[in-house]
């Protein structure tokens, strides 16, 4: 099948700044309404004090850095899966989160790429980690 067009070690990012109508789309487009996402005096009574971007729309950023990795390699790519997926701490309406995605590991045999993918927020502070696998299919 040829060589994977990557190099281990080689670090991609993308970055979004997640508003208020980011969480109201995302919300209607899956159906969670959970109060902690849209609703502000409920959250007053918590412990964050303030509504939360959903960890899966948070997550999402995960798809679009490895997007751009797969376009940028060259090949025809298949999200292969996710790993150890870890929510570490929130992120609020208007945070910068920077999704960087590192190729650990290459399996030319397989044609099979493992990734870190890691998010911070615009203080620097992990709120996200996970690896994540892609194949090549041709």
Known sequence: MGKLNFEIGRSYTFSKTFSESDVYLYAGIIGDFFPA????IYCLSQPYKSRLVHGCLTF?????V?????VESGHDMLAWGYDHIRFIKPV???DTITATYVITHLDEAKMLTTAECTMTNQHGEKVLSCIHYMKAIK
């Open 37 to 40: 996402h849209v609703n502000e």
């Open 60 to 64: 999402s950023l995960a798809s679009t």
């Open 66 to 70: 490895s997007g751009k990795v797969a």
């Open 92 to 94: 609020f309406f208007g």
